[in-house]
């Protein structure tokens, strides 16, 4: 709800404070005065077109702020607080809105600078302006869905989220669905490839550390008849060849003869007894070496057979590692380098091929239950369809039935407000698929006159035909589609007598619920307010600027006495104004 405007240096108003209340307030004043230049500063607070050509003449900019009270857990706050701005300490909300003589255009939400667009987004929940130039809430297709919703009452309220409950359950189903469905090709392929790889290593039962046994087996096989050569000289070196004539001694002999030469003379002297205990050390690990080295010569031999069966199974193994080991070809489950050991080793890419193994079975596990998962989403998906088809069905008929209550309502307030021979109607038609809010795009139209077909509201009443008709749809949607404050410009325009009597009624029926504002040039309206403002001009010859001033009883009275008879100090014309209070009084408590 507004507390207060302040307007500076817009059109003929060059300051002008609007201190408002909660009710009916109604603004009069005299033609030029600048009437409607408060509402225009109204719309611009609430983020409507800045016109440059609206700065008043000499001012460097026109500016609008604005003082509200909003709840501040709810969402007004909500997205003031996430746009940076905050509430003051006496939880109102502070906003301004400026325009350059150049065209800048800047606004601050909290006392935080904002998007333009923030300001209309907020308008939303804040306010609803109807006037001839500005943009009416209720003409957005959404909005209108929306109130006929809240105007059908608990029962639409319940069906209605049902029906969202399920219908976003559906969309999530069905979406799942889907991505399996078109993913089933290329899932199956990659299932076949993991089973084809599983059943590749399998057949080869590889084992973790094998590669490198078999390749030093392979380097041994492959030069078995030189190790032989080897051991065999070393081995004669050291012991001799028995069936072969000895040119010279071997290392076992020597060693024999150097042992026994200093068996003889070691008691004599403690430093030769060492090097003979020593040198007969030697003599035993020599013999020790030359007995392995005989073993060594009756297990070597070369195998053809066993050595091609080593490399066609390291062949085996290689080919499983360029596909399946770390860096492999294959386009599934990619494996980085097998870790867990020292760096300084070789890798075993034998364990990554296995880890691969272990990683595709559970993956195969898992893409074998999609025929599965596939299968039940399909029945979900059916199920709920079918649910959301018969809410939305429900959804129609509610919706359906409260229009024609809505809009003989809207019809039977027409006729009160000098509308005699219009109609209202809903008009509601099947989408081509359902959506968040149901099946149904729901307009309301307007026949003017009789014989006038049924258009949409902006297409079927003229500026102030239109004013009367929002009129009419606020009091009828009154506590259905609240917003705190109403603003109407020229609702009361060609209209009079009984007819502008009613109109009062009805602003102030609207007042009970939400905060009204009118400008009206009717005293028959403004006489039902419970705040008047007048906005008055002064000219110093050259310029005119425009206030706002707050009236008490007596100046209500010389205002609708001016009103009424072009005449404030009219005693006739203050005699009929004070009547007129009385009566709207009377009347108002009626309501």
Do not use: C
Request: charged residues 25%.
């Amino acid at each position: 709800m507004l507390e207060e405007v302040r307007i500076t240096g817009l059109g003929v108003i060059d300051d002008a404070l609007l201190e408002l209340s909660p009710g009916f307030t109604a603004l009069t004043g005299e033609t030029g005065a600048g009437k409607t230049m408060v509402v225009t500063g109204l719309g611009l607070l609430f983020g409507g077109r800045a016109d440059p050509s609206r700065v008043r003449p000499g001012e460097q900019r026109a500016a609008v702020e604005g003082r509200l009270r909003t709840e501040p857990s709810g969402k007004v706050a909500r997205q003031v607080e996430e746009a940076g701005g905050e509430l003051d300490e006496d939880g109102t909300l502070v906003l301004t809105r400026s325009v350059s003589a150049e065209g800048r255009s800047r606004a601050f939400a909290g006392g935080r600078s904002v998007p333009v667009s923030l300001l209309t987004y907020l308008a939303d929940d804040l306010v609803a302006v109807h006037g001839q130039s500005d943009q009416q809430q209720l003409l957005k297709p959404g909005r209108q869905r929306e109130a006929l919703d809240k105007y059908a009452g608990a029962e639409l309220a319940v069906v209605l989220g049902d029906y969202q409950r399920t219908f976003q359950r559906h969309r999530k189903v069905h979406e799942e669905l889907m991505t399996l469905t078109s993913l089933a090709r290329s899932r199956a392929a990659e299932a076949e490839a993991l089973r084809a790889g599983l059943t590749e290593i399998e057949k080869l039962e590889p084992e973790a550390g094998e590669e490198a046994a078999l390749r030093a087996e392979e380097e041994r096989l492959a030069n078995a008849d030189a190790l032989h050569a080897g051991a065999t000289v070393a081995h004669e070196a050291l012991l001799g060849d028995p069936t072969a004539a000895m040119d010279g001694a071997d290392a076992i002999t020597l060693l024999g003869q150097a042992r026994r030469a200093l068996e003889e003379v070691r008691r004599h002297d403690a430093e030769i007894d060492g090097v003979a205990g020593r040198l007969s050390d030697a003599a035993y690990l020599v013999s020790e070496v030359a007995a392995e080295l005989a073993s060594y010569i009756q297990s070597i031999d070369a195998d053809p057979a066993r050595l091609a069966v080593v490399q066609e199974r390291r062949a085996a193994l290689n080919r499983l590692v360029r596909v399946y080991g770390p860096g492999g070809v294959s386009p599934y489950l990619d494996l980085p380098p097998a870790g867990g050991q020292d760096p300084a080793e070789e890798p075993d890419e034998i364990a990554a091929v296995l880890d691969w193994a272990r990683r595709a079975a559970v993956r195969v596990a898992d893409l074998d239950t999609d025929d599965d998962k596939i299968g039940a989403l399909t029945e979900e998906e059916a199920a709920l369809a079918g649910e959301v088809t018969e809410l939305a069905a429900r959804l129609s008929g509610l919706r359906r039935a409260a229009g024609e209550r809505f809009g003989a309502d809207v019809t039977a307030e027409l006729t009160a407000l000098a509308m005699p021979h219009a109609r209202v109607s809903v008009q509601i038609n099947e989408l081509d698929e359902p959506t968040m809010h149901g099946i149904d795009d729901v307009e309301i139209r307007l026949a003017a006159h009789q014989g006038a077909p049924a258009l949409p509201l902006h297409k079927g009443a003229s500026g102030g035909e239109l004013s009367r008709v929002m009129l009419a749809i606020e009091v009828v949607f009154a506590g259905a589609d609240p917003v705190p404050t109403f603003v109407f410009d020229e609702v009361d325009a060609g209209v009079g007598g009984k007819a502008a009597v009613e109109i009062g009624r009805r602003l102030a029926k609207l007042a009970r619920l939400a905060q009204v504002i009118v400008v009206t040039h009717l005293p028959q309206v403004a006489a039902f307010a419970d705040n008047h403002l007048v906005v008055a001009k002064s000219s110093d010859g050259s310029v005119t600027s425009s206030g706002v001033v707050r009236l008490d009883y007596d100046a209500r009275v010389r205002e609708l006495s001016r009103m009424l008879a072009g005449l404030e100090d009219s005693e006739f014309g203050q005699a009929h104004a004070a009547e007129l209070l009385a009566l709207a009084a009377e009347q108002a408590e009626q309501l």
